[in-house]
T-cell receptor, first 115, second 114 residues
């Protein structure tokens, strides 16, 4: 159990376009999902926390208008990178947590390349 | 604020040798502690976790870690390393007070020489 699926695994987009990344909890309901970003050869940095039915909470320095997060259901959260630029190229990983649980489960990650 | 320190950026060990990866955290309350492994271009795989109870935890692939409150450490160990263990290892800390969001260490890249 506790499977989190992230889609797509890889995406290449043109500069100025928007890209949507999906994070789904397949076998549990996730009231909270987390979005992380990992630049090459660096660690994971939390971007935002999304709670089902409410606005996401963004970490300091993360542009909420650029990284739109929607958590419309208990099994799906989406991250949309708007007006993507090459500096947004990164590995984006989500994790999902069930209510009352301490552990969150990670998706496989999405490699975004903006050209 | 929470912080996690992995002091070793790279470690090289011989196949069959023992391994210890260090992790120190800075936080006032008892945290939840995790070790993850990441192969190049891949996602994270959970090796083991500590929430409470026995301070020596066993994980997958023969890994174990020991929580030492007095030292604020959660070092990862393996008695005999295999070539397939070469990867990057991340220590992470979470707390209920901060909504269980994880703070990751910088990672330690493990190289295994034959």
């Amino acid at each position: 159990g506790a499977v989190v699926s992230q889609h797509p695994s890889r995406v290449i987009c043109k500069s100025g376009t928007s890209v949507k990344i999906e994070c789904r909890s397949l076998d549990f309901q996730a009231t909270t999902m987390f979005w992380y970003r990992q630049f090459p050869k660096q660690s994971l940095m939390l971007m935002a926390t999304s709670n089902e039915g409410s606005k996401a909470t963004y970490e300091q320095g993360v542009e909420k208008d650029k990284f739109l997060i929607n958590h419309a259901s208990l099994t799906l959260s989406t991250l949309t990178v708007t007006s993507a630029h090459p500096e947004d190229s990164s590995f984006y990983i989500c994790s999902a947590r069930a209510p009352g649980q301490a552990e969150a489960f990670f998706g496989q990650g999405t490699r975004l390349t903006v050209v | 604020a929470q912080s996690v320190t992995q002091p070793d950026i790279h470690i090289t060990v011989s196949e069959g040798a023992s391994l210890e990866l260090r992790c120190n955290y800075s936080y006032g309350a008892t945290p939840y502690l995790f070790w993850y492994v990441q192969s190049p271009g891949q996602g994270l795989q959970l090796l083991l976790k500590y929430f409470s109870g026995d301070t020596l935890v066993q994980g997958i692939k023969g890994f174990e870690a020991e929580f030492k409150r007095s030292q604020s450490s959660f070092n990862l160990r393996k008695p005999s390393v295999h070539w397939s263990d070469a990867a990057e290892y991340f220590c992470a800390v979470g707390t209920m007070e901060y909504g269980n969001k994880l703070v990751f260490g910088a990672g330690t890249i493990l190289r295994v020489k034959s």
